[in-house]
Structures are given as structure tokens and as C-alpha cells.
């Protein structure tokens, strides 16, 4: 099968974490703790700073817990962070606790503990980013895309882009969004947007901001309406932001003219931020909401999306992830679980992306979750993959990309022929 798509588009990215871990320390290649000892302290790729940064452990057939006390041993002096591979929570040491003001009895930040570390880590050298945007060039290109769009903007990123762009040394078209964590950010990183926008290139846009609203299904942290594993009781989730903040900084977004982005995994997540826009829609504040991953939604949250401005930015490949344990892990609420054709019945835009480096870029795997998926009680998507992958403004990079039976054939960025390795 042959696809020709017009500007092939990753809408829901970490760029500068792609280029990071593709160009440094990836994990993934741990199958015990004790394969630690095999990570080369000598390579400069691996470090911040002093500190050695690390992403993609998988502790799920590990004969032995992760525990700061493990990391420890192999790193008594050196700081140590390493976010495991669904990127929400990390595996830090002693000395990292300690030059990060944090306690913890085994070493592992979950959620908004582990963003609030990744956060205080020390920046790349402006060298060390460069090299990371090439690589997330290089790797985003290898896989036939030329448009991302990026979740996790700082002001050194979106500065470093500008003076690239300018230079012409881009191969994407490139969307930011700025990440807050706590309240108390909020008005540095709004005024960094306005000012952002101010600067923007042919070549990058900044769209607004982003906060995490709930977990992951993985961690048993989404935030569902129903007990996890079918229990009459139990834990559904939690959240992480106070509902009426996250209303405060949805309503001073809209008014900023930016657009607001929100992580919403669980079911119950994702109906109180509907219901919130709505609520902050009718006092006369409108804009755009972008709906993160989109997983879980049930029908009368798809019907309150209809008078808003509303996106939903999906990742199928996760499906390709999740389907061991989807099921079991949700009981009755799996019915809800991407829902891909209901949004598209619905008229609900759809924008699909891969979550990067969480999943690696790849149109091809996210064909194929939407084809397998089907066998699993998932509704067969009707839409048009090419379309739901394409960025939607075609003033915006005019591109093409051509792939056949998973292999990416050409790619045309902005008018010129890009070459495959």
C-alpha cells in the first residue's frame, strides 16, 4: 500500500528528549538492574552537566524491584535521573534527592514529583543542544515526517530554533507549546509565549500552553469514573491540578490569543476538562483546547465537545503498547478506550501523533495499531490516515512525504528533495 502525504505531521512530540536519547542514554537495552554496570560514564552525550541522564527502563520482567539503593551502588557520587520509558516517573539516587531538595524512601518520583525534578536538572550547553535538534531532525526526517508539534518548549529551545531557522539549518516545520507545572510558573511561561510569538519563524510557530491534568493508564494513575481492574473499590487515578486552576489558566490563555493543551489519559480526566471549557466557553472566554492522547472518552463527553474548539491529538501506536493489559486494567470502561471513529463521527478533529520518545515516530506502527486493533473490540477507524496525519494548515511548509508498505520512498520539506540514508 502506497500513501502520498501532504506534510506528514507528528502532533503530539518532545523534541528536544527525542533528539536527547536518540543522540545519548537510552535505556531500553536493560533487562535487570545489575546491566547498570554496563552504561560508559566516559561518554559526554550521557551527562547534563554533571549529571547523568538516562530514558526507556522497563522494570515489568526485572528480577528485582528499582530502588534508589540500587543506583547507589553504581553511582555513589555522581546525580542520577532516569525517567522510565512512559516518561511519568523517574529513578533517581541519593545524591540526586539531595541536590534536588526531595525526599523519597525508594528513589522512584511519580507524576508531578518526577516533572517538578526534570525540571530543576541543569540545562544542556547550547552545543549539546544543537547536536539534540539535529538528531531529532535526523530522526523525525528517517521516519518521512516534516512537521512535529512539540510539548515541551523552554526559552533556550525555542531561542536555539529561531537562530536555526534563520540559518535555514531546520528540516521540520516545527509547533511549541510550553509545559507549566505549578501555578507559580504560569505567568513567566504566558509571558514567555507572548513574547515568543513575536519572534516566530516560517519555519516555527509557538501555539501556547500545556499542563498534565492526570497520569498514565500504566502507573495506574489516569484518573478514571471507575476503580481500576474491575473492583467494586479501589483507586481510580488521581489528578494534579486543582480543578479552578486549571480553569484560571485555560480562561488567561484564551485571553492571550494562545492555545490551551491538556494531558488527559483517564476517562473522568478528560470529562471534567470538557466540562470546564465549557463552563469558562460560556462566561464569553473562547479558544482553542487540544485534548493530549485523548484515550478514554465516554459519549456524553464526545457530545459536550461539539460547540467547543476542540482537537484531539491521539497516538494509536500506544494500543501496540497497552493491549496486553488494556482490557484487564479497565474492565467496563475498555469500551471507551480510543475512540477514534466515535471523534470522527462526531466531527471532532483528530490530529495522530507517536509521543516521542515514549513511542518511537513512525506513521507506519500507527497504521498498523489502527488495522490490529479492530480484533481487540476497538472501532474500526473509517477516517483518513492521511489526513488525520497531515498538519492542517497548508500555508505552513508545503510538503510531501511518500511511503509504501512501511518504507518512507521520498521526502519534499518546503519545496527541495530531502535525502534518505
Given at each position: 500500500m502506497l500513501f502520498k502525504i501532504p506534510r506528514l505531521y507528528d502532533s503530539h512530540t518532545h523534541f528536544l528528549a527525542t533528539g536527547e536519547f536518540s543522540a545519548g542514554l537510552h535505556l531500553g537495552f536493560m533487562k535487570k538492574a545489575d546491566d547498570l554496570a554496563l552504561i560508559d560514564l566516559k561518554n559526554p552525550a550521557y551527562y547534563r552537566s554533571d549529571w547523568i541522564v538516562g530514558f526507556g527502563w522497563n522494570e515489568t520482567d526485572w528480577p528485582e524491584v528499582p530502588h534508589k539503593s540500587i543506583l547507589?551502588?553504581?553511582?555513589?557520587?555522581?546525580?542520577?535521573?532516569?525517567?522510565?520509558?512512559?516518561?511519568h516517573r523517574?529513578?533517581?539516587?541519593?545524591?540526586?534527592?539531595q541536590l534536588l531538595g526531595m525526599t523519597s524512601d525508594t528513589g522512584l518520583l511519580l507524576e508531578k514529583e518526577h516533572l517538578q525534578a526534570w525540571d530543576k536538572l541543569p540545562e544542556f550547553t547550547k552545543d549539546q543542544q544543537r547536536r539534540h535538534v539535529f538528531s531529532a531532525c535526523r530522526t523525525y526526517n528517517k521516519a518521512g515526517f516534516t512537521h512535529v508539534r512539540d510539548m515541551s518548549c523552554t526559552p533556550s529551545l525555542w531561542n536555539l530554533l529561531v537562530e536555526m531557522s534563520e540559518k535555514n539549518e531546520l528540516t521540520l516545520?516545527?509547533?511549541?507549546?510550553?509545559?507549566?507545572?505549578?501555578?507559580?510558573?504560569?505567568?513567566?511561561?504566558?509571558?514567555?509565549?507572548?513574547?515568543?510569538?513575536?519572534?516566530?519563524?516560517?519555519?516555527?510557530?509557538?501555539?501556547?500552553?500545556?499542563?498534565?491534568?492526570?497520569?498514565?493508564?500504566?502507573?495506574?494513575?489516569?484518573?478514571?469514573?471507575?476503580?481500576?481492574?474491575?473492583?467494586?473499590?479501589?483507586?481510580?487515578g488521581?489528578?494534579?491540578?486543582?480543578?479552578?486552576?486549571?480553569?484560571?489558566?485555560?480562561?488567561?490563555?484564551?485571553?492571550?490569543?494562545?492555545?490551551?493543551?491538556?494531558?488527559?489519559?483517564?476517562?473522568?480526566?478528560?470529562?471534567?476538562?470538557?466540562?470546564?471549557?465549557?463552563?469558562?466557553?460560556?462566561?464569553?472566554?473562547?479558544?482553542?483546547?487540544?485534548?493530549?492522547?485523548?484515550?478514554?472518552?465516554?459519549?456524553e463527553t464526545i457530545q459536550m465537545m461539539k460547540p467547543l474548539h476542540v482537537r484531539?491529538?491521539?497516538?494509536?501506536?500506544?494500543?501496540l503498547s497497552d493491549k496486553v493489559w488494556l482490557e484487564q486494567k479497565l474492565g467496563d470502561l475498555y469500551k471507551y478506550v480510543f475512540p477514534w471513529e466515535a471523534l470522527k463521527v462526531a466531527q471532532i478533529p483528530i490530529s495522530f501523533g507517536c509521543d516521542s520518545p515514549v513511542e518511537p515516530p513512525s506513521f507506519w506502527r500507527n497504521k498498523v495499531a489502527l488495522d490490529e486493533s479492530v480484533h481487540a473490540k476497538i472501532r474500526k477507524f473509517t477516517g483518513d490516515l492521511a489526513l488525520a496525519h497531515s498538519h492542517p494548515d497548508a500555508t505552513f511548509a508545503n510538503s510531501?512525504?511518500?511511503?509504501?508498505?512501511?518504507?518512507?520512498?521520498?521526502i519534499n520539506f518546503n519545496g527541495k528533495s530531502l535525502l534518505l540514508e
Open positions: 547507589d551502588k553504581y553511582f555513589p557520587d555522581r546525580p542520577v535521573f532516569f525517567p522510565r520509558m512512559d516518561g523517574s529513578w533517581v539516587n541519593t545524591r540526586a534527592l516545520a516545527i509547533e511549541e507549546n510550553v509545559t507549566t507545572h505549578e501555578m507559580d510558573d504560569f505567568e513567566g511561561m504566558l509571558d514567555f509565549c507572548q513574547r515568543a510569538k513575536k519572534s516566530e519563524t516560517p519555519l516555527l510557530r509557538m501555539k501556547g500552553i500545556k499542563l498534565f491534568y492526570d497520569g498514565s493508564l500504566g502507573s495506574e494513575t489516569a484518573f478514571l469514573s471507575k476503580p481500576y481492574n474491575g473492583k467494586a473499590e479501589g483507586p481510580r488521581r489528578t494534579l491540578w486543582p480543578l479552578e486552576q486549571v480553569e484560571e489558566i485555560m480562561m488567561r490563555t484564551w485571553q492571550a490569543g494562545l492555545e490551551f493543551s491538556v494531558h488527559t489519559i483517564g476517562d473522568e480526566a478528560a470529562h471534567q476538562i470538557v466540562q470546564s471549557a465549557r463552563k469558562i466557553s460560556a462566561q464569553g472566554f473562547v479558544g482553542r483546547l487540544n485534548l493530549e492522547h485523548a484515550q478514554m472518552l465516554r459519549p484531539c491529538h491521539m497516538q494509536p501506536c500506544h494500543w510531501f512525504t511518500v511511503i509504501e508498505e512501511g518504507v518512507v520512498q521520498e
